[in-house]
């Protein structure tokens, strides 16, 4: 039992970025519907999954930090040509997992922001329902 390898600089940046996204997209998730199911005038809500509310400029906000950092990590794995250990065929397609990434999430904020349309459409035309 030797001492363990030393962490690349690569690896530290991936885990740090990791974890701050993860923080930042908790932080700005965590938006529960008030007491009552009563909504605030003005604010659109959506079941975002069915799972949790969230409001329209927590939704973009939090699509904002994800989307830049799948762009960060995509212009990385674009420069970056694997060699040796890494060869393999994870890290030489790694460019295509994020640019799929990339293209998935840019399909879901479309999806999402229509749904927010169609809630807020249906906002003005006097038949409000939360979800």
Known sequence: MGNPAPLSRRAVVWGVLS???????AFWVSDPMPPGGSQVVGEVRIK???VMCITKRRYVSTQAVVL????????????????GAFANFFFVNLEWFFLLVLVLEIAETAVMM??????????????????
């Open 19 to 25: 974890l701050a996204a993860d923080r930042a997209v």
């Open 48 to 50: 975002y999954y069915g």
């Open 114 to 131: 229509r749904k927010f349309r169609d809630v807020e459409a249906r906002r003005q035309a006097g038949g409000a329902k939360p979800f």
């Open 68 to 83: 830049g950092l799948t762009v960060v990590f995509l212009f990385l794995a674009l420069a970056w040509q694997p060699s």
